[in-house]
């Protein structure tokens, strides 16, 4: 069976020899989340991701058609008509997929070192995002996973350090204030059936309009890039912005290129031009900065000079359009979130 072409295996086959009960979470959490609780020392926390690089070479890289295999086998399992038979192969499946990616992730994460994380926390963000590649990826789009998984597990670690270091520059009062606003603004869209507005943020957290649109503002304050950070102010916002390269393939380039020329594509063909453009700020489109996280409202306003309420009726309509475009939705949502 050692010299059987993968095409040439069933499915059963092809997954045959991986641990059914393996639990990617319970790993991640048993060589992760459980080492970090101890970690007090530099020394502790240098042992603890040894242990877990150990651990995780031990799982072999995929070739291309094998990341396929698994993506297909995944994605059959989840269908309303999945036999339980195909549902255990798409819980392996999903395992093994996650599993030999997990060093992708700490490839990527060293590129964000020292830049306001320690490695470690760097690691389990993007192995939130490799998880997320997992579940939403498309094989028949003929993409490698570890292209489409590059761009998720950048996602989750810019966003944190993001987090991070938006938070720790405003007044301890504004951070309670925002952080009940937050979750009010991750609560609504269900119970309303849409984005809230100031106003349904004020009925929510009893706060003023006024105070609102302040502490939004206070959140999106332009910060200059020459500002030192780290522990020893020996880099700037500017460096932690810089594109960092990772090694890849002239396939997986390739696969990016298109995917963004996709996009490009869609955009260009179903929009106006102002769609266009509050699009583009928004999802960061054609951007050389390394930041997945999407630009708010507000911010699209300031930068176009239009109002808050405008900007979101252009890019209701704009989403709407590229929705309804089902020859482009599998691209877009490739690579934009929301779509």
């Known amino acids: 069976m050692e010299n059987l072409n993968i095409e040439d295996m069933d499915d059963a086959e092809f997954l045959e020899g ?13 060589h992760l989340n459980t080492n970090l609780d101890k970690v007090d020392t530099d020394r502790k926390a240098h042992n603890a991701l040894v242990t877990y690089l150990k651990e995780i070479s031990k799982t072999p890289l995929l070739k291309a058609n094998e990341e396929l295999r698994l993506a297909r086998i995944f994605s059959e399992g989840l269908t309303d008509n999945a036999t339980l038979k195909q549902k255990k192969l798409a819980h392996i499946a999903r395992q093994k997929l996650i599993r030999a990616n997990l060093r992708l992730v700490v490839s990527i994460a060293r590129k964000y070192n020292s830049k306001g994380l320690d490695l470690l926390d760097l690691i389990q963000e993007g192995n939130l995002g490799l998880i997320k590649a997992a579940e939403k990826f498309d094989y028949r789009l003929g993409y490698r996973f570890s292209t489409y998984a590059t761009w998720w597990i950048r996602q989750a670690i810019t966003r944190a350090i993001s987090e991070k270091s ?33 106003e349904d943020l004020s009925i929510a957290t009893g706060f003023p ?12 304050q332009p910060i200059s890039l020459d500002l030192p950070v780290g522990n020893e102010q020996d880099s700037s916002l500017g460096d932690l912005l810089e594109t960092e390269e990772i090694e890849i393939t002239s396939d997986e380039k390739s696969d990016q290129k298109l995917l963004s020329d996709e996009v490009n594509k869609a955009i260009d063909s179903l929009l106006t031009e102002r769609e266009k453009e509050v699009i583009r700020l928004k999802f960061r489109i054609n951007e050389n900065l390394q930041i997945s996280e999407e630009r708010s409202l507000i911010e699209i306003a300031h930068m176009l000079e239009i109002s808050i309420e405008r900007v979101r009726q252009i890019e209701v309509r704009a989403i709407y359009k590229l929705r309804s475009n089902i020859s482009m939705r599998k691209h877009l949502l490739s690579l934009v979130k929301g779509i």
């Not at 309009?209 to 999106?220: N, P, T, Y």
């Open 209 to 220: 309009k006024k105070k609102i649109e302040k502490v939004l503002k206070s959140e999106i």
């Open 166 to 198: 938006r938070i720790i520059r405003l007044p301890n009062s504004i951070q309670g204030v925002l952080l009940k606003l937050r979750k009010a603004k991750e609560a609504l869209p269900s119970a309303l059936g849409r984005e809230p507005n100031i």
């Open 18 to 30: 991986v641990n059914e009960g393996f639990q990617i979470e319970d790993f991640l959490n048993q």
